[in-house]
T-cell receptor, first 113, second 115 residues
Framework: GAGVSQSPSNKVTEKGKDVELRCDPISGHTALYWYRQSLGQGLEFLIYFQGNSAPDKSGLPSDRFSAERTGGSVSTLTIQRTQQEDSAVYLC???????????FGQGTRLTVV | AQSVTQLGSHVSVSEGALVLLRCNYSSSVPPYLFWYVQYPNQGLQLLLK??????LVKGINGFEAEFKKSETSFHLTKPSAHMSDAAEYFC?????????????FGRGTQLTVWP
């Protein structure tokens, strides 16, 4: 597609349930990022994939969070046993390489009730 | 690891006034530098970027930024603010020396424009 696509755009889930958030990056982009943005907060880095290199998982807040990128394209962020503090907008971005800009999706707004 | 500092989480200016949003980075090797803007309920959009060419970079919507190696800064300016510039602005860097080249973001600056 023309841009980074994220689905769903909104997700309401009950505390304790697992959720999966999907990101379709721009075709040909080797780098893919996940960020979390809470109300009034900045961008919190979660995880970064670059080509076939081992992902940088240093931003994942707990072992309830995991992400994978299949075939160097689509990525799924999974949050297990969701908690209310997980409520946020989850943003995905992709870039061709480090010298070019990252293109962001519109985000998935996650609400844990 | 890189760090990015945006001085001032909130900046308010009058319409027509100069906009100055500050960004400093930590790397001793000049990184790639970016400014992004986020309008309410939207994703981030690139305003401008510095990779290795001219130190004064012009972006969209009349914004520009100047890379100053001696000050490790990449401040964003616009000569005359418009109401439509009200948004959140993020400075980001990518480390040239890193194999992975991960993006590091500042905490953002919320710009308010008064009529």
């Amino acid at each position: 597609g023309a841009g980074v696509s994220q689905s769903p755009s909104n997700k309401v889930t009950e505390k304790g349930k697992d959720v999966e958030l999907r990101c379709d990056p721009i075709s040909g982009h080797t780098a893919l990022y996940w960020y979390r943005q809470s109300l009034g907060q900045g961008l919190e880095f979660l995880i970064y994939f670059q080509g076939n290199s081992a992902p940088d998982k240093s931003g994942l807040p707990s072992d309830r969070f995991s992400a994978e990128r299949t075939g160097g394209s689509v990525s799924t962020l999974t949050i297990q046993r969701t908690q209310q503090e997980d409520s946020a907008v989850y943003l995905c971005a992709s870039s061709r390489d480090r010298a070019t800009e990252a293109f962001f999706g519109q985000g998935t707004r996650l609400t844990v009730v | 690891a890189q760090s990015v500092t945006q001085l001032g989480s909130h900046v308010s200016v009058s319409e027509g006034a100069l906009v100055l949003l500050r960004c400093n980075y930590s790397s001793s090797v000049p990184p790639y530098l970016f400014w992004y803007v986020q309008y309410p309920n939207q994703g981030l959009q690139l305003l401008l970027k510095y990779t290795s060419a001219a130190t004064l970079v012009k972006g969209i919507n009349g914004f520009e930024a100047e890379f100053k190696k001696s000050e490790t800064s990449f401040h964003l300016t616009k000569p005359s603010a418009h109401m439509s510039d009200a948004a959140e602005y993020f400075c980001a860097v990518s480390d040239r020396g890193s194999t992975l080249g991960r993006l590091y973001f500042g905490r953002g600056t919320q710009l308010t424009v008064w009529p």
